[in-house]
């Protein structure tokens, strides 16, 4: 029988993330000695106080669906950290529960983009948000950024990227794949910006925000203004480890909410019932309980950002959150290394792979075609092995100085 696909699944591209992810997979199963940076998953297990709330979940019984938006005092616990952590006072009906930050993101595309709109997406930008845009029937408008200005937009890169097409921006911070974090004085300069144009939103994806080695994370949503017109997603995923549990959520006008509420319940209903009771858990609780995952992450960082800082060709910033860096290795195109020709980010991505038995992923995916991207959500070994055997690949030196 003939395949007949949509041209909607024919047209969007496999997750780069998640298929280097599952390369590596296979070549661990055949036997190969990989190390895996390339997924953005903390190695650490879910604390322990996540856990007993869970299996508490479970002996109360909580199997029935639960409402589409979340449990009432999942909602309540959401509107309490936002309070807290980011000054944004978000009512329950401006809160939306999802199977993580990624349907999040993807119920305000359904909702709110139309076919012929435009969201500008600075470069480096998060794997899927170009694919989601398209699949809204929206079209994405890259703006490409620079290590020199650490991956970060400037109010006139978005204004010279506005046209009346344009509904909405999507940002990032901290940021995935740079690991960027804009200031309170750089949102500032954009909301300017957005200020003349009041009909375009924002989604601000902070779901990063507790992995910040700067200072208080700023959310664009408490800037005179920007209140109303911004999405604010996150979730549970990265600073309390909570991965595979899918839970993630939204902060936004009412209207907004119950938009994405209305089309979440034809789609998948609400989040599973014992991860929205593990997370109140893990909301409710200070953040200082989770400070030692940050503290190990920011070493790490200092210690790849050494390691990387000693092989030739590797082009560095210093990113001030999340768990990566995204090196600028353009140097290396047109170059031969072990017989293979370097023609853009994803050949040395795939050599690396090939010759070094690391997984990362390719900038390219990210709206970055000169850089890759490292996840140093690993152990300090795994770390220094990984690039060791890096160094080795592209100098032929055997030793790390």
Known sequence: MKEH???????MSTSATLAMAAKARELRNSGEDIIGLSLGEPDFNIPDFIKEAAKQAIDENYSSYPPVDG???????????????????????????????????????MVMLNK??????????????RDIVKLAEATPVIVRTSIEHDFKITPEQLRKAITPKTK????????????????????KGLAEVLKKHPDIFVVSDEIYEHINFQGKHVSIAGIDGMYERTITVNG???????T?????????????????????????SGANAIGQRATIAALQAP???????????????????TLLGEIDGFKLNIPEGAFYVFPDISSFFGKTLNGIKIKDASDFAMYLLEYAN???????AFGNPDCIRISYAASEEQIIEAIKRIKTAVTGVKELA
């Open 358 to 364: 690391v997984a990362t992923v390719t900038g390219a």
């Open 244 to 268: 595979g549990w899918r839970i993630g959520y939204i902060g936004a006008a009412s209207w907004i909410a119950k938009a994405c509420t209305k089309f979440q319940g034809q789609i998948t």
């Open 236 to 242: 549970v995923s990265k600073a309390f480890a909570m």
């Open 5 to 11: 696909l949509s041209d909607r699944i024919n047209n």
């Open 116 to 129: 012929g709109d435009e969201v500008i997406l600075p470069a480096p930008y998060w794997v899927s948000y």
């Open 71 to 109: 449990y009432a005092d999942l909602k309540a616990a959401i509107t309490e950290k936002f309070k807290r952590d980011n000054a944004l006072d978000y009512a329950s009906d401006q809160i939306v529960v999802s199977t993580g930050a990624k349907q999040s993101i993807a119920n305000v595309a």
């Open 168 to 187: 909405m921006l999507w940002f990032s911070s901290p940021c995935n794949p740079s690991g960027s974090v804009y200031s309170l004085d750089e949102l």
């Open 287 to 305: 953040v200082s309980k989770i400070s030692y995952m940050i503290e190990k992450f920011h070493s790490r960082r200092d210690l790849i950002l």
